[in-house]
């Protein structure tokens, strides 16, 4: 195996992928018994481990219903049918159920074999069409649509419908996520529901139904990442499958998993990721058209990492703000806000040395800053995690970031890394987004270079004056906002620069009529004095005494 990222907290090591890739070229038990110490320590003890933290991790509520796993080596089928080699470690549903002929049996699983980690769940049928009408057709229905729709899926999951004929021939539908996206249990349901044959030939009888929807980590990835974050990941992913391991449980005598249990399932799920937060929303509180804000996502999700740039009252930290909750919306991710300043320094994004007491003597401990804790907390997480830089020109920011700039310049490329002054190899997790907010008129403070431009890409905010008409129309609070904006267009056609216009921020107040003159006076008067400090007459075309009485004042 060419050389990799190794985690110094991963519990599988490169000898557990050349073990399992020797095993997987000669499959026999003389083979392993041979190597039954090594399989023992580099294969079976540390996907155990992962597994007893995984179900650890679980809540209550889930834990009722699986059962003590089972675990060994087998064989698996995967997409394509192709057979592969693994040890597997399997959750079952928990026998708490008079059982008197399965129709349908499901399990969470974990799988591990040559050079992959596969994880989630799969359910096998031998009455797909009793499936489908007693358990599927029930839970798609006007009452569950909106349950479902809640209940987000894991990012990046494959699918396979794979149905055994007896003439012993298959038909496969494969719905990878990037040709069929199911973001939630309801779009899925559907999917198998409307996909899958309904009336076939006579002569065809399908004997056996499997599906799969599960996550597959390449070895060069499973290496790169802790057990803390291992465990995370295959734990959100189980939680999200549950409803799925529920419904495809299915015995001729069990009605037990009604909707009723899938709803109590929900309010567990909702404490566990976060509410989802659509476009649609931020479009009608910030104004921007969802297509507009489709664009921006897909660029923070392709570049990593994106500057919100506008004059001052623009709105950008506002925008950072709701773009983050839809960035972390139906996951498990989280999102975090600092702010640099002339003095911040690498030390303090970074790591640096930190004198410290301790039983009495100062010692000088390296210690991780801000950026690195924030990618420590969001290497656990499976989903986006987003970091909001304010103001982040005001700082040094080539001294800020230092060797930061190496993994800046390619997020797509998963194996860079770098080495940090305390020896700990370093990268940013790939689930990381990059937010700043840079106000264009404070640009002489810290110039950002072309160098780093190239790093970022940059969203451009303008004063929106349609949203302050919106805002003030929504709350009806009675305010002349037609001779405002007539105002603020004269204000920045008098600037007659892009970079230093009035924003409408200062006016998105319920109180405006009140507010006004203080407003004014206090906040914007200052603005402007500093802009037009060598032309007082022009200055004086903008004193609230000369502007008032075109608002009714």
């Not at 080699?85 to 026998?95: G, H, N, V």
């Not at 309801?186 to 006579?202: A, D, Q, V």
Request: charged share 25%; hydrophobic share 35%.
């Amino acid at each position: 195996m060419e050389k990799v990222f190794v985690h110094p907290e991963c519990p599988f090591s490169v000898e557990t992928f050349n073990l399992l890739a020797q095993f997987d070229e000669n499959s026999t038990s003389d083979f392993y018994m041979a190597h039954k110490k090594d399989f023992l320590k580099y294969v079976e003890e540390p996907l155990k481990y992962i597994s007893s933290q995984v179900e650890e991790q679980l809540p209550n509520f889930i834990k009722e219903y699986i059962n003590v796993k089972r675990e060994g080596f087998g064989s698996i089928n995967e997409i394509g049918n192709l057979e592969s080699t693994a040890y597997s470690i399997i959750f079952d549903l928990k026998d708490i159920i008079s059982t008197v002929h399965c129709i349908s049996r499901a399990q969470l699983m974990l799988n591990l074999e040559n050079q992959k980690l596969t994880f989630g769940f799969s359910s096998e049928s031998n009455d797909f069409e009793a499936v489908k009408e007693y358990r599927l057709l029930p839970y798609i229905d006007d009452d569950m649509i909106e349950l479902f729709k809640r209940s987000q899926l894991p990012k990046n999951y494959s699918f396979c419908l794979t149905q055994k004929a007896t003439d012993f021939k298959f038909t496969n539908w494969d719905f990878d996520s990037r040709m069929e996206p199911a973001k939630n249990v309801y779009e899925l349901l559907e999917n198998i529901f409307t996909e899958s044959p309904g009336i076939l030939p006579y002569e065809v009888n399908i004997e056996l139904t499997k599906i799969q929807v599960q996550i597959s980590l390449e070895s060069q990835k499973i290496l790169g990442y802790s057990a803390n974050c291992l465990i995370r990941k295959i734990g959100q992913t189980f939680k999200k499958l549950f409803p799925l391991f529920l419904i495809f449980n299915f015995y001729d005598d069990n009605n037990y998993f009604t909707p009723i249990i899938l709803s109590e399932y929900l309010s567990v799920y909702e404490k566990e990721f976060n509410p989802v937060y659509e476009l649609e929303e931020i479009s009608q509180t910030a104004g921007f058209q969802t297509t507009q804000l489709a664009q921006w996502i897909h660029t923070i999700n392709r570049k990593g990492q994106t500057i919100i740039q506008g004059p001052p009252g623009t709105g950008k930290t506002f925008l950072a703000q709701k773009l983050a909750q839809h960035l972390i919306g139906g996951g498990d991710g989280f999102s975090d806000t600092i702010q640099f300043h002339p003095a911040y320094t690498y030390e303090d994004f970074i790591q640096g040395i930190r004198p410290q007491s301790q039983d009495g003597q100062l010692t000088y401990p390296i210690v991780p800053g801000r950026f690195l804790e924030f990618c420590e907390k969001a290497e656990v997480c499976e989903d986006i995690c987003v970091l909001i830089i304010d103001e982040i020109n005001r700082a040094n920011l080539s001294q800020v970031l230092g060797e930061l700039m190496y993994l800046l310049d390619d997020r797509q490329d998963t194996k860079r890394f770098i080495t940090l002054a305390s020896g700990k190899q370093f990268r940013i997790p790939a689930n990381v987004r990059i937010i700043g907010t840079m106000n264009t008129a404070d640009r002489s403070i810290a110039l950002v270079d072309n160098a780093l431009r190239r790093r970022f890409a940059f969203i451009s905010l303008s004063p929106n004056y349609e949203l302050l008409q919106k805002y003030h129309q929504r709350e009806e609070t009675g305010f002349p906002v037609d001779q405002l904006t007539s105002i603020l267009e004269d204000v920045n056609r008098a600037i007659n620069n892009k970079h230093y216009e009035l924003g409408i921020s200062f006016f998105l107040t319920k109180t405006l009529a009140e507010d006004i003159p203080d407003i004014w006076q206090m906040e914007i008067e200052p603005y402007l004095e500093e802009y037009f400090f060598d032309n007082q007459a022009k200055m004086d075309e903008f004193l609230w005494d000369n502007i008032k009485t075109k608002l009714g004042y």
